[in-house]
């Protein structure tokens, strides 16, 4: 497939890697995309800071030529079938707005960043959740950034819509730590309290470890065997 007209779609050719498929599904996205139209996946976080093969060149290009409109952080242990950390990407072929349909933005030198990683709570130990007031937090975030009569502002330590400049500046790094900054109320960071309140939740969750397997230990043994 080296020869695939979807690796031209940035106006180059740019062949993917072979061994990881996350910018072949992106450059497939836009390629199939109208003039006008968007799209919006996720991928893992390992995309957004990659350099194997020509993953850089073409996240470059990605960036240059104004393609990306808004990159998420999401928390760990959002999926059942993997434990990778991920991200959302939102794509737009037309971020100066030129469609009769459009609702007014133009942020084509402009990326949002959004850091949900604090979002969500915990099912279990193994899975979190996304509440109905998070995703709204991130949805509204974004559709406010977007929209004609916007009051966006930035939040430190979760959102930041940051120019193309300086992305560039920061090596075409997508990551959106890297742009948000941390939240106010972690500026006065006090080591002693967060190893405290770290330490107290280890020693409860190990409890717990301890009760469930004493649990199944007993169940165990209630099996009659033969």
Same mark, same amino acid.
């Given at each position: 497939?080296?020869?695939?007209?979807?690796?031209?779609?940035?106006?180059?050719? &740019?062949?993917?890697?072979?061994?990881?498929? @996350?910018?072949?599904?992106?450059?497939?996205? +836009?390629?199939?995309? *109208?003039? !006008?139209?968007?799209?919006?996946?996720?991928?893992?976080?390992?995309?957004?800071?990659?350099?194997?093969?020509?993953?850089?060149?073409?996240?470059?290009?990605?960036?240059?030529?104004?393609?990306?409109?808004?990159?998420?952080?999401?928390?760990?242990?959002?999926?059942?079938?993997?434990?990778?950390?991920?991200?959302?990407?939102?794509?737009?072929?037309?971020?100066?707005?030129?469609?009769?349909?459009?609702?007014?933005?133009?942020?084509?030198?402009?990326?949002?960043?959004?850091?949900?990683?604090? &979002?969500?709570?915990?099912?279990?130990?193994? @899975?979190?959740?996304?509440?109905?007031?998070? +995703?709204?937090?991130? *949805?509204? !975030?974004?559709?406010?950034?977007?929209?004609?009569?916007?009051?966006?502002?930035?939040?430190?330590?979760?959102?930041?819509?940051?120019?193309?400049?300086?992305?560039?500046?920061?090596?075409?790094?997508?990551?959106?730590?890297?742009?948000?900054?941390?939240?106010?109320?972690?500026?006065?960071?006090?080591?002693?309290?967060?190893?405290?309140?770290?330490?107290?939740?280890?020693?409860?969750?190990?409890?717990?470890?301890?009760?469930?397997?004493?649990?199944?230990?007993?169940?165990?043994?209630?099996?009659?065997?033969?």
């Amino acid at each position: 497939m080296q020869n695939d007209t979807r690796w031209s779609v940035l106006g180059e050719k &740019l062949v993917p890697p072979p061994g990881n498929a @996350n910018y072949a599904w992106i450059m497939h996205f +836009i390629y199939h995309l *109208a003039p !006008t139209g968007q799209a919006g996946f996720v991928l893992s976080k390992g995309s957004l800071t990659s350099q194997t093969s020509t993953e850089g060149d073409i996240r470059k290009a990605l960036i240059e030529k104004g393609l990306i409109d808004c990159i998420v952080n999401l928390p760990t242990k959002l999926f059942l079938n993997t434990q990778i950390p991920a991200c959302l990407w939102f794509i737009s072929r037309d971020r100066n707005n030129s469609s009769p349909f459009g609702r007014g933005w133009v942020r084509a030198d402009e990326i949002l960043f959004i850091d949900a990683r604090n &979002l969500g709570f915990l099912v279990n130990r193994r @899975n979190r959740d996304l509440s109905e007031e998070d +995703i709204n937090k991130i *949805a509204n !975030t974004y559709h406010n950034w977007r929209s004609k009569e916007s009051n966006y502002e930035d939040i430190a330590g979760f959102c930041k819509s940051e120019t193309l400049d300086r992305i560039k500046e920061l090596n075409y790094v997508l990551t959106p730590g890297r742009y948000v900054g941390l939240p106010d109320d972690e500026d006065d960071f006090n080591f002693v309290e967060r190893f405290t309140s770290l330490k107290a939740e280890l020693e409860k969750q190990l409890a717990e470890e301890n009760q469930l397997n004493k649990a199944i230990l007993e169940n165990l043994s209630k099996i009659k065997l033969g």
